[in-house]
């Protein structure tokens, strides 16, 4: 039993987690969830901007993290949308745009809004450099960067966009991003250089990266990962995919905590062998 | 390099007259006045080794292993796959891991082992193509270098990530060298590695994907290891000096941050504001 | 020359970027900005050069039926597929298809007949026109209030009315991208939870007192991120131990070794980059 448990199989363990994500995500166990304080922070400054304020989305992903990213986009699109606030969506990522688009037509329907006025896709700007080229230019000048927007449009014809010039006349940022280019180019450029107020939505993998940023008043709030998704989903009072996955997210580390145990044990026993 | 100090020169000229005109962007006068001391630091120590002062270096685990990981594949007559990053060349990281290609290559180049090299951006295809045939010309052995080893894969993350793990389940290379930008492919690409039984060497800046490699790599280069590795390997002096000069660069950034530290408990604990006057200005 | 070349460009174009982001010269910001889109330029044509490659390579091992080759006939069949369903329609989720009036005046018919009997209209079209100033034999575009304007004056002047339907984009954006490219994707982001469980299950073992530390953070972290472990909390009577203790580690302890990694990593890139500036290093140009 000891050798087969020392030379388990991987396999074994790929099972285990395939059931601890499945059966949760048929059968949901409704675990509650309390907002952290990066989420709560990131909600508050959403909630303190005015009626027609502008919010810029920064949809820096593609269906690789959509799983995992996607929800928070919705979660913030359905919160922008009920504050009445104009929201902007750019794409550092050539996937990006569609990304947004299918976002909007989630979060829109039901709703009384009308793109080209209260929210439009302004689709993606490819930039070398990782991200830096492409903010510094919408920083300057984002018409000049997206002369059309995602229907092929010239954006001058949107009522949206009067009064927005770049990304300095926006009243806040938030990169939801995968990697590079996404929130470090932001934190760099838009909010180092420009003073602008820069959100992230960041992967769970690379959040612990960002607590620097968020405790140095470099970004506003931080959401990390699905469970970023499901409290900033708490803290909006609606049932989205972050939610529900919480529950399998839950379990599987729930099984990762117990495998760790049953290879430490198995580690003492080897040694007292 | 004269220029370079005289260009440093001629602008802080301009920084000390800036009240008299508004050239110069005085927003930036901290970080310019950072690059500036950091720079110059360097360029000093760089002379002080052109002068021929001996210096040392602390002796850095991963890098010393390349030789052993070349090593093992020559007698397992096995492959070594070395991947600079996911990034273009634009990017820092991905330079870094080129300049330690070059070594890596003269070393398979000398015991005549399979160097494959799957990269993610055509830029990097053809410098990383240039730096291994170089490797292979100087060494000697330019009837072994075989271009169709340097291939450009897909410049999509999780393609690549695929493909690269195809590759290393079907050949089964000996050794793996990851240096360069990675992002989530690292613990896709450093599993399957692990799975195999490849000696496994990775570096890279990016904090988030350190802990996945130090749990599938037998060595890995944390941060700057990975900038410093290309003076470590070639043992040039100048290179050398370089890094004294960046040790010296932390120091004072050390420094700034106890002053820091001591300013903000002087205001916590005794009430002197003064401290801060520096820190705000800066 | 072959070394000396690029480590001119590098100098200068290093010391032209470095300039423009102290000094405050429009001549440096234009100098700047045709850097910037010389970059792209390269880049895309570079992405030519690598598409070659690969193409050369697989093509080649197909030939001479070297080892796998069956997975490059996969490799060349979805290379071929995508680049021409791709080329025929575009990449967006829609494409514009021009129709003459005869079709427009059809489909226009079928809407009408489907409004009628109370369903959905099938066609999305488009009437678009375009106006024009003639000049002799020459045409030039105006907008619609000069055309109005010129219209009223007498001024010879010309409408033309174009006519088209948006389709979806069924073969490139919903076949390739959402059938076949997103499930793909998803997948192998998705592998990482499995990778990181085997991982996990080998590397977190107590052997050291390091070690340790390692694995009681890491059991406090996971614990602290997801609901169970605030439930497990409350029901041992430690109600919000996990989550306080998991904020705790990672604004502190985490906070504190990813700034100390992040700052002397970015030390580093400053010292490679003025390496690299000043032409000291020079590995990655390649040969003589």
């Not at chain 1, 995992?68 to 794409?91: D, G, N, Q, T």
């Not at chain 2, 993610?120 to 052995?141: F, I, P």
Request: aromatic share 10%; hydrophobic share 45%; proline share 4%.
């Amino acid at each position: 039993m000891l050798e087969f448990l020392k030379n388990l199989d991987r396999r074994y363990i790929f099972v285990l987690i395939a059931l601890a994500v499945a059966i949760p995500l048929i059968m949901p166990l409704g675990l509650p969830l309390t907002p952290g304080p990066e989420a709560k922070s990131m909600y508050k400054v959403v909630d303190s901007l005015e009626p027609g304020s502008k919010l810029v989305l920064s949809f820096d992903y593609d269906p690789a993290s959509k799983a995992e990213l996607h929800p928070m986009s919705e979660a913030i699109i359905h919160h922008a949308f009920r504050k009445k606030l104009k929201v902007y969506a750019i794409s550092l990522y050539p996937a990006g745009p569609s990304m947004a688009t299918n976002a909007f037509a989630n979060m829109s329907k039901d709703k009384e809004v009308v793109y080209g006025k209260d929210y439009i896709n302004l689709g993606f700007y490819y930039g070398p450099n990782t991200g830096l080229n492409q903010v510094a230019v919408f920083s300057q000048d984002i018409v000049n960067a997206f002369p059309v927007d995602e229907r092929k449009k010239p954006v001058g014809s949107y009522e949206i966009m009067s009064g927005f010039k770049s990304l300095k006349d926006a009243d806040a940022v938030i990169s939801i991003s995968a990697g590079d280019p996404g929130v470090p180019a932001y934190v760099s450029v838009a909010n180092a250089i420009h003073n602008i107020k820069v959100g992230a939505g960041v992967t769970a993998v690379s959040a612990p990266r960002f607590y620097a940023y968020m405790d140095s008043g470099q970004i506003f709030g931080l959401l990390g990962g699905l469970r970023g998704a499901a409290e900033y989903e708490t803290l909006e009072k609606i049932k989205g995919k972050g939610l529900s996955g919480m529950d399998a997210q839950s379990m599987a580390h729930l099984v990762i905590i117990l495998l760790i145990i049953l290879s430490n044990i198995i580690y003492i026993i080897e040694k007292k062998d | 390099m004269v220029q370079v100090l005289l260009f440093f020169v001629l602008l802080s000229t301009g920084f000390s007259q800036e009240s008299s005109a508004r050239l110069l962007k005085t927003e930036e006068t901290f970080s310019f006045l950072v690059l500036v001391t950091l720079c110059s630091l360097i360029f000093y120590f760089i002379q002080q080794a052109k002068s021929g002062k001996k210096l040392w270096i602390r002796r850095i685990p991963a890098l010393a292993s390349v030789e052993e990981a070349v090593g093992r594949a020559t007698e397992m007559g096995k492959a070594c796959v070395f991947i600079p990053g996911i990034m273009d060349i634009d990017d820092i990281q991905t330079l870094a891991g080129l300049n330690i290609l070059g070594s890596v290559a003269r070393k398979t180049a000398e015991y005549d082992t399979d160097l494959k090299v799957p990269v993610a951006k055509s830029m990097v295809l053809s410098t990383a193509q240039d730096v291994v045939k170089e490797a292979y010309y100087r060494t000697g052995h330019p009837d072994t270098f075989n271009e169709g080893n340097i291939q450009f894969v897909t410049d999509d993350q999780f393609a690549f990530a695929a493909s690269v793990n195809g590759t290393l389940v079907r050949e089964k290379p000996a050794a793996i060298i990851m240096l360069g930008t990675f992002y989530a492919e690292s613990l896709l690409i450093a599993e399957t590695g692990n799975h195999i039984g490849a000696i496994q060497i990775a570096g890279t800046a990016e904090t988030s994907q350190l802990p996945f490699f130090v749990a599938s790599c037998d060595y890995v280069l944390i941060g700057e290891e990975l900038f410093a590795a290309s003076a470590y390997l070639s043992n040039d002096p100048m290179l050398l000096g370089s890094l004294k000069g960046q040790d010296y660069a932390k120091m004072l950034l050390i420094v700034f941050m106890l002053y820091g530290v001591f300013a903000e408990l002087s205001i916590r604990f005794f009430g002197f504001p003064e401290f801060l006057s520096l820190i705000q200005y800066l | 020359m072959k070394r000396e070349i690029p480590l001119m460009i590098t100098f200068f174009t290093c010391a032209i970027l470095l300039l423009q982001f102290i000094v405050d010269l429009p001549i440096l910001d234009r100098m700047t900005n045709s850097i910037n889109d010389s970059t792209s330029i390269v880049a895309t044509f570079a992405m030519v050069l690598g598409l070659a490659s690969l193409a050369n390579v697989h093509l080649n091992k197909i030939y001479k039926k070297r080892r796998d080759w069956g997975y490059s006939i996969i490799l060349m069949l979805g290379f071929v597929i995508t680049l021409v369903l791709g080329c025929l329609h575009g990449v967006d989720k829609e494409y514009s298809e021009a129709l003459t009036k005869v079709q427009y005046e059809a489909m226009a018919l079928e809407n009408q007949t489907l409004k009628k009997s109370g369903e959905k209209e099938i066609h999305n079209l488009v009437v678009k026109s375009n106006y024009y100033f003639v000049r002799n034999t020459d045409k030039v575009v105006v907008t619609k209030d000069i055309f109005d304007h010129l219209k009223a004056q007498g001024t010879p002047v010309e409408e033309e009315t174009l006519y088209s339907v948006d389709r979806e984009n069924r073969l490139f954006y919903t076949l390739i991208f959402e059938n076949i490219y997103d499930p793909l994707q998803a997948t192998m982001f998705s592998l990482l939870a499995f990778f990181m469980a085997s991982a996990a299950f080998r590397a977190f073992r107590a052997k050291s007192f390091e070690a340790t530390l390692l694995l009681l953070s890491a059991f406090l972290v996971m614990m602290g991120r997801v609901p169970i472990g605030e439930m497990i909390g409350s029901m041992i009577g430690l109600n919000a131990f996990f989550p306080d203790t998991s904020d705790f580690i990672m604004k502190v302890f985490n906070t504190a070794g990813q700034r100390a990694i992040m700052i002397g990593a970015t030390l580093g890139m400053v010292a490679s980059s003025f390496r690299m500036w000043i032409g000291l290093e020079t590995e990655h140009l390649g040969r003589d």
